[in-house]
């Protein structure tokens, strides 16, 4: 069975070097993603500034981006080591064991990490029969895990096969070992063009690939949940609308006209998607700091986000750094229109430097408070 997975193009220095290039990737995809948890579920440490405003939009474009160039590098990496699985015994010793328990770990926690990121960015969830944030997340850490094993077993291979200069280069076929590397590479980048326009907006009239187009939606910018599928249409409609703002000054109620008539402001904001799109737009509301500060708070205080819609994602707290930033929102207009129905009708959050599931549309309520 071993001729059938010959190849002169295999060695300790194709491995070592798909090996460190895969880590590299895999870190960067795990310190991008931790944050975007982090920033949705912060842990009592945890703390993210409004500013830059495009920080988020970075992070999390290099997270799928670089999730997507784990494809084509995971997949040489399993042919380059694909031999090794069938060597018997398949345990010598403990230090064998724990790297085989390792590789088994980190092989399947790899897979399911890539392709269930691609389902998700593609939005096509009937394959998965559980929450992908939450599975998508804890094996996260379990990938993290075994990759630090592994590298600790394997270290010393690594370090010599890397140092080490082979006689002649290996071809198979007319391709050599790094023209197998140039290949790798070039497929990478391909992938990349063929993606990173749905948050590169110079480079969408070339990623073919991208789910999403960042210029088409309604008012020229794309929605993942319209107001239909919330349920929200009767709700959002109802001319008899009114926003209730709780404070420690009382409860006060806005109907869209009062709203309308307070003091209005403009920002340039994108809307960034955890899926990995984004695109920049222009909006026109009123200041979140100024409810606040009609509500009896300060800029020590946080506002709690309720939306109309029922569900994940149907609140969101805004931290007293995003709450008291002038780039803070309660929009009602994008690009000088009336918000559509599907971008939040009739009035939504937008703030810096945050992922689109929190920039809450529909708001019903608004409740400013300090800090638990």
Request: charged letters at 15%.
């Amino acid at each position: 069975m071993a001729r059938r997975f010959t190849s002169l193009l295999r060695s300790p220095k194709l491995t070592s070097q798909l090996g460190v290039t895969l880590g590299i990737a895999i870190g960067i995809c795990f310190v991008t993603g931790y944050l975007s948890h982090a920033i949705q579920q912060p842990p009592w440490w945890f703390a993210w500034p409004s500013r830059p405003v495009n920080l988020y939009r970075v992070t999390q474009g290099l997270h799928v981006a670089t999730g997507l160039a784990l494809a084509p590098l995971l997949s040489v990496k399993l042919w380059s080591v694909y031999p090794k699985l069938f060597r018997w015994p398949s345990l010598r010793d403990p230090v064998h064991a724990l790297e085989r328990v390792s590789l088994a770990v980190l092989v399947a926690t790899a897979l399911f990490q890539v392709f269930s990121g691609i389902l998700n960015i593609f939005r096509w969830y009937q394959p998965m029969s559980f929450f992908f944030t939450r599975a998508h997340y804890w094996t996260a850490w379990a990938l993290a895990g075994s990759v630090l094993v592994h590298l600790g077993v394997k270290l010393p291979i690594v370090r010599r096969a890397l140092s080490t200069s082979p006689r002649r280069e290996p071809v198979s076929g007319g391709l050599s070992r790094r023209g197998l590397l140039a290949s790798v590479a070039a497929a990478t980048g391909v992938i990349t063009l063929a993606t990173v326009g749905q948050t590169v907006r110079p480079l969408a009239s070339v990623s073919l690939l991208a789910p999403r187009d960042p210029r088409i939606g309604p008012q020229g910018l794309p929605v993942n949940k319209s107001a239909v599928s919330a349920g929200v249409v009767a709700m959002a409609t109802d001319p008899g609308y009114r926003l209730e703002l709780a404070g420690p000054a009382g409860v006060r109620t806005f109907s869209l006209a009062d709203l309308n008539a307070l003091p209005q402001h403009t920002s340039q904001l994108p809307i960034t998607c955890v899926e990995g799109w984004s695109a920049n737009a222009l909006w026109s509301g009123v200041r979140i700091a100024d409810l606040v500060a009609a509500a009896g708070g300060d800029d020590t205080y946080q506002v709690y986000v309720v939306s109309m819609q029922q569900g994940a994602y149907s609140q969101s707290t805004l931290a007293p750094p995003h709450a008291r930033d002038p780039l803070t929102l309660l929009a009602l207009r994008l690009h000088g229109e009336p918000l559509h129905l599907d971008h939040g009708y009739p009035c939504r959050l937008i703030a810096p430097n945050r992922p689109g599931v929190m920039q809450t549309k529909w708001v019903q309520r608004l409740v400013v408070e300090r800090p638990t």
